[in-house]
C-alpha cells in the first residue's frame, strides 16, 4: 500500500457511504490480489478497506487529473504498460470539489488494465436539494430545485459540483469502456445530522444498510441518493 493516507474516525453517514462502495467493489474485482489505485484516498478509509481484503492499493493525493499522469507515464514508457496498468481506478469523493470531469475521464479510462474497471463517486446532480428539503430548509432547497442547479454546499461548508450517471457513463463509453449498473448512495438517511452516532446500535445498522444497498439499485430511489457511484469495464483482450 503506498500514498499517505491517515486514518480519521467518520461519522455514521460516512460509515454507510463506505459500506456500500466497498461491497459494491469487492464483488466486482477480481479474486486474489488486485492493483487498485485510490486517487484522492482521503483518510484512507477505503485504501485500509481493500488492502485488508487482499489487494495491492496505492493511495494517492486528491486530484482528478492523478490517472491522467499515470497514463501519460505509461504512453512514455510501453513496454511496461502492462505491468503498470491497474485492476481498479477508484476517484471517490473527488470530482465534486474539483469539477474536472474530463481529466477523470480521460486518466482513468488509460491507467485501467483490460478486465478492469474504474469507480467514480461524485455527487448526484438529481439530489441537489434533496437534503435541504429533509433537514427542513425549504427555502434553499426550493431555491435548488427550481433553478436546476449543478452546486450546492456540502457538509464541509465548500461549493460542491453535481454530476448524472448519465454524464460520467458518457465519459467512461467514450474510452472504450462498458458503463456497469451504477448506484445511489445514501438514499434515505443523508440528511441524518450527528445525533446519528458513530456507533449505532448493530442490528439497527445493518438494517439501515441493507436497505440502503437494496434501494441503491433501483429508480426512481437511487436517484434521490445524495452520490452516485458508476463503475466500467474495460473488455479483456480479443484471443486470436
Known amino acids: 500500500m503506498g500514498g499517505a493516507c491517515a486514518v480519521r474516525p467518520h461519522s455514521a453517514r460516512g ?3 463506505h459500506d456500500v462502495v466497498e461491497r459494491r467493489l469487492r464483488a466486482e474485482l477480481p479474486a486474489g490480489s488486485a ?13 485500509l ?3 485488508a481484503a487482499g489487494h495491492r492499493v496505492t493511495g494517492g493525493a486528491p486530484s482528478a ?6 497514463a501519460d507515464r505509461l504512453a512514455a514508457r510501453p513496454e511496461l504498460a502492462e505491468r503498470e496498468r491497474f485492476s481498479a ?4 469523493g473527488v470530482l465534486m470539489y474539483l469539477n474536472e470531469l474530463d481529466a477523470a475521464g480521460d486518466g ?3 491507467a485501467v488494465a483490460p478486465g478492469g474497471l474504474p469507480s467514480v463517486l461524485a455527487e448526484n446532480r438529481r439530489a441537489i436539494g434533496v437534503r435541504e428539503g429533509l433537514t427542513g430548509d425549504h427555502e434553499a432547497a426550493r431555491r435548488l430545485i427550481e433553478s436546476e442547479a449543478d452546486t450546492s454546499v456540502g457538509n464541509l461548508g465548500r461549493e460542491t459540483h453535481g454530476a448524472g450517471p448519465g454524464v460520467l457513463d458518457r465519459l467512461v463509453a467514450e474510452h472504450g469502456l ?3 449498473p451504477w448506484q445511489g448512495i445514501r438514499i434515505f438517511h443523508d440528511h441524518l445530522d450527528d445525533t446519528w452516532t458513530p456507533h449505532p446500535n448493530p442490528a439497527a445498522y445493518a438494517a439501515v444498510l441493507e436497505l440502503e444497498w437494496a434501494a441503491s439499485w433501483w429508480s426512481p430511489d437511487r436517484d434521490r441518493g445524495h452520490l452516485v457511484h ?9 484471443r486470436p
Open 15 to 17: 460509515r454507510l457511504r
Open 35 to 47: 492493483r487498485v489505485l485510490d486517487v484522492g484516498c482521503g483518510n484512507g478509509e477505503m485504501t
Open 49 to 51: 478497506r481493500l488492502a
Open 65 to 70: 487529473r492523478m490517472p491522467a499522469a499515470a
Open 89 to 92: 481506478v477508484c476517484c471517490q
Open 108 to 110: 482513468a479510462g488509460e
Open 178 to 180: 462498458s458503463p456497469l
Open 230 to 238: 458508476t463503475l466500467a469495464r474495460r473488455p479483456e483482450r480479443s
